[in-house]
């Protein structure tokens, strides 16, 4: 999204008080979508001029602005902002710059499937063009910046290929989670503890990951030209935990017994009652994941994703896959895993509509496109390779409320066969989901600005409660606050609203914004702000280990900004 602002300075002439600014600023925001054309076949489509297209929102037919038409095979070339307003385009243009930020999770795959990943990322990063760049982002590492934009394609080459070598089987993340499920289900533990340990787990997981996507795609806001996002994870889910309640468990049927059983082996225990508190084992992330595929649209980031394996802890005991010996003893006993205790195998489904869930609406919100195991490593490469090689820019001025997402859908006209693709949604965003976004990037890639002239400092974190809270000193300078006369002259007043976001290292994260703070002070004291500073105190919980928080001021009056960053321990 392109925005026009108009800022008109208003001064306010009043005796206590020298010039003191207020700030009105006007919105021209334009929705930018970059539109796929294909046939039949799946080749792209060229030659289409702005009239040949009809974009609605919410079905009303919205008049194009801006349109142009990138062509790979053009001899024009193109800057950033080459879309023509109010006119005809029929010379196709080389298509800008990309960015390309490579989103390696902890997929914990076999071999064959990472040399397959590695060698599609290879051709891929050797065919880049000149003005591309790349990054590699790893979620769990300690820098999460495994490396920053470079066209160097020898070094994008090599860290990537690092990350992938990394991704090794370690029954560590998920399938490290999967595992525990599995021992103390066979080992004959309380199944609905085991299941909320599991989910609860699980919960930390995804939200963490969820947390880094939305981090990673709000930096990608302020940078011009195409980006997108090439994700590489596995068991992302919507729900996640909730695959841990077997189907026999949801419908109260009996659990089956293999047919070698002995008679004296008792059932499964049954459930003693239903757990009071649903939300400890599982939660609806689907809400959080449709914001961050808006929010990522938002910022023009266009999101491709591929899980390139099956989950290997997940398939059944005694299949080929997983092989293990089973069946009675003398005296009755039994060798091998108890398959009566094991996962039942809907698990695996439920995972997989699961992930399935996440991956769409990432997808589908940002105009790109999924694929999973091993043939879909060939055809997520393969669909990067397509879009990005032709394809058309949209613009249409924004209409709508702030905050609400509108649907949208672009059509050729009277050409119902071909095959149309973008972005599924538009959303002029708040100031405050912003904010929230910018503090969240903050994780990944610092702010390198500080209007406010921000600090921020960390106490030890002192235990509660199984968490751990971590005293929290942001100290901004007088001065940087804009403090405006009350009705009557006898105070001035500054206000501010406080962001914060906070990631571990490989789980949980967390991020809102705190009540406006009010600043008054009397007009004496305005004169004499120089040197003063405000000090506000508060605190976040945070988990066993490292954690890195981020906190970010916005001016009431201005929308001036500032950011501070710290990480901490707790043990």
């Given at each position: 999204?392109?925005?026009?602002?108009?800022?008109?300075?208003?001064?306010?002439?009043?005796?206590?008080?020298?010039?003191?600014?207020?700030?009105?600023?006007?919105?021209?925001?334009?929705?930018?979508?970059?539109?796929?054309?294909?046939?039949?076949?799946?080749?792209?489509?060229?030659?289409?001029?702005?009239?040949?297209?009809?974009?609605?929102?919410?079905?009303?037919?919205?008049?194009?602005?801006?349109?142009?038409?990138?062509?790979?095979?053009?001899?024009?070339?193109?800057?950033?902002?080459?879309?023509?307003?109010?006119?005809?385009?029929?010379?196709?243009?080389?298509?800008?710059?990309?960015?390309?930020?490579?989103?390696?999770?902890?997929?914990?795959?076999?071999?064959?499937?990472?040399?397959?990943?590695?060698?599609?990322?290879?051709?891929?990063?050797?065919?880049?063009?000149?003005?591309?760049?790349?990054?590699?982002?790893?979620?769990?590492?300690?820098?999460?910046?495994?490396?920053?934009?470079?066209?160097?394609?020898?070094?994008?080459?090599?860290?990537?290929?690092?990350?992938?070598?990394?991704?090794?089987?370690?029954?560590?993340?998920?399938?490290?989670?999967?595992?525990?499920?599995?021992?103390?289900?066979?080992?004959?533990?309380?199944?609905?503890?085991?299941?909320?340990?599991?989910?609860?787990?699980?919960?930390?997981?995804?939200?963490?990951?969820?947390?880094?996507?939305?981090?990673?795609?709000?930096?990608?806001?302020?940078?011009?030209?195409?980006?997108?996002?090439?994700?590489?994870?596995?068991?992302?889910?919507?729900?996640?935990g909730k695959e841990a309640t077997s189907l026999e468990r949801e419908m109260n049927l009996p659990t089956e017994m293999?047919?070698?059983?002995?008679?004296?082996?008792?059932?499964?225990?049954?459930?003693?009652?239903?757990?009071?508190?649903?939300?400890?084992?599982?939660?609806?992330?689907?809400?959080?994941?449709?914001?961050?595929?808006?929010?990522?649209?938002?910022?023009?980031?266009?999101?491709?994703?591929?899980?390139?394996?099956?989950?290997?802890?997940?398939?059944?005991?005694?299949?080929?896959?997983?092989?293990?010996?089973?069946?009675?003893?003398?005296?009755?006993?039994?060798?091998?895993?108890?398959?009566?205790?094991?996962?039942?195998?809907?698990?695996?489904?439920?995972?997989?509509?699961?992930?399935?869930?996440?991956?769409?609406?990432?997808?589908?919100?940002?105009?790109?496109?999924?694929?999973?195991?091993?043939?879909?490593?060939?055809?997520?490469?393969?669909?990067?390779?397509?879009?990005?090689?032709?394809?058309?820019?949209?613009?249409?001025?924004?209409?709508?409320?702030?905050?609400?997402?509108?649907?949208?859908?672009?059509?050729?006209?009277?050409?119902?066969?071909?095959?149309?693709?973008?972005?599924?949604?538009?959303?002029?965003?708040?100031?405050?989901?912003?904010?929230?976004?910018?503090?969240?990037?903050?994780?990944?890639?610092?702010?390198?600005?500080?209007?406010?002239?921000?600090?921020?400092?960390?106490?030890?974190?002192?235990?509660?409660?199984?968490?751990?809270?971590?005293?929290?000193?942001?100290?901004?300078?007088?001065?940087?606050?804009?403090?405006?006369?009350?009705?009557?002259?006898?105070?001035?007043?500054?206000?501010?609203?406080?962001?914060?976001?906070?990631?571990?290292?490989?789980?949980?994260?967390?991020?809102?914004?705190?009540?406006?703070?009010?600043?008054?002070?009397?007009?004496?004291?305005?004169?004499?702000?120089?040197?003063?500073?405000?000090?506000?105190?508060t605190g976040l919980n945070v988990s066993h280990g490292s954690t890195k928080i981020a906190i970010g001021l916005i001016?009431?009056?201005?929308?001036?900004?500032?950011?501070?960053?710290?990480?901490?321990?707790?043990?």
């Amino acid at each position: 999204m392109k925005t026009t602002a108009l800022s008109l300075v208003l001064a306010f002439g009043l005796s206590a008080m020298a010039q003191t600014p207020y700030i009105e600023t006007f919105e021209v925001q334009l929705h930018n979508l970059d539109v796929v054309v294909t046939d039949a076949k799946g080749q792209p489509v060229r030659g289409l001029k702005k009239s040949d297209f009809v974009v609605l929102e919410n079905g009303v037919s919205q008049p194009i602005t801006n349109f142009s038409l990138y062509d790979v095979n053009a001899t024009t070339a193109s800057s950033v902002n080459a879309a023509t307003p109010d006119a005809e385009t029929f010379e196709a243009v080389q298509p800008p710059p990309r960015h390309f930020v490579f989103f390696i999770d902890e997929i914990e795959v076999q071999k064959k499937a990472r040399t397959q990943l590695y060698r599609r990322v290879q051709e891929f990063v050797a065919a880049m063009r000149d003005g591309d760049v790349a990054s590699v982002v790893r979620p769990t590492a300690v820098n999460k910046v495994a490396l920053d934009f470079t066209s160097d394609r020898a070094a994008i080459d090599r860290v990537l290929k690092q990350a992938l070598d990394d991704s090794g089987l370690k029954l560590t993340g998920m399938n490290g989670d999967i595992a525990q499920l599995r021992t103390k289900l066979n080992r004959g533990d309380n199944p609905e503890s085991a299941q909320r340990e599991y989910a609860f787990a699980s919960r930390r997981r995804v939200e963490h990951r969820l947390g880094q996507l939305r981090a990673l795609t709000s930096s990608l806001g302020s940078i011009e030209g195409r980006k997108i996002l090439v994700m590489v994870t596995m068991g992302l889910g919507a729900e996640p935990g909730k695959e841990a309640t077997s189907l026999e468990r949801e419908m109260n049927l009996p659990t089956e017994m293999p047919f070698d059983a002995p008679i004296d082996v008792p059932s499964p225990p049954e459930d003693s009652e239903r757990l009071t508190r649903p939300d400890v084992i599982t939660r609806n992330s689907r809400q959080t994941i449709d914001d961050i595929g808006r929010s990522a649209a938002v910022n023009g980031v266009t999101i491709y994703a591929v899980e390139p394996d099956v989950h290997l802890e997940l398939m059944t005991r005694g299949s080929a896959a997983v092989p293990v010996r089973a069946g009675s003893v003398r005296g009755g006993g039994h060798f091998g895993p108890d398959l009566s205790r094991d996962l039942q195998p809907s698990m695996h489904i439920d995972m997989l509509q699961n992930s399935a869930a996440t991956l769409t609406s990432l997808s589908e919100k940002t105009g790109g496109k999924w694929f999973r195991g091993s043939a879909g490593i060939d055809d997520t490469f393969r669909q990067m390779t397509t879009d990005l090689s032709t394809y058309y820019s949209l613009a249409y001025r924004a209409t709508g409320d702030e905050g609400q997402p509108r649907r949208v859908i672009v059509q050729v006209r009277d050409r119902p066969e071909l095959r149309v693709r973008t972005r599924s949604e538009v959303l002029q965003r708040s100031t405050a989901s912003e904010m929230d976004d910018l503090v969240a990037a903050s994780l990944i890639y610092p702010r390198p600005v500080n209007e406010l002239d921000v600090a921020v400092t960390a106490g030890t974190p002192v235990k509660t409660r199984g968490y751990f809270t971590v005293p929290l000193d942001i100290v901004v300078p007088m001065t940087k606050l804009t403090f405006l006369p009350n009705a009557d002259g006898t105070k001035y007043v500054a206000s501010f609203n406080v962001h914060y976001a906070s990631a571990g290292r490989e789980r949980d994260f967390m991020s809102g914004g705190k009540q406006e703070q009010i600043v008054e002070i009397t007009p004496e004291q305005f004169g004499h702000l120089a040197g003063v500073k405000y000090r506000y105190k508060t605190g976040l919980n945070v988990s066993h280990g490292s954690t890195k928080i981020a906190i970010g001021l916005i001016d009431s009056a201005t929308k001036l900004t500032g950011f501070g960053t710290v990480e901490v321990t707790a043990r």
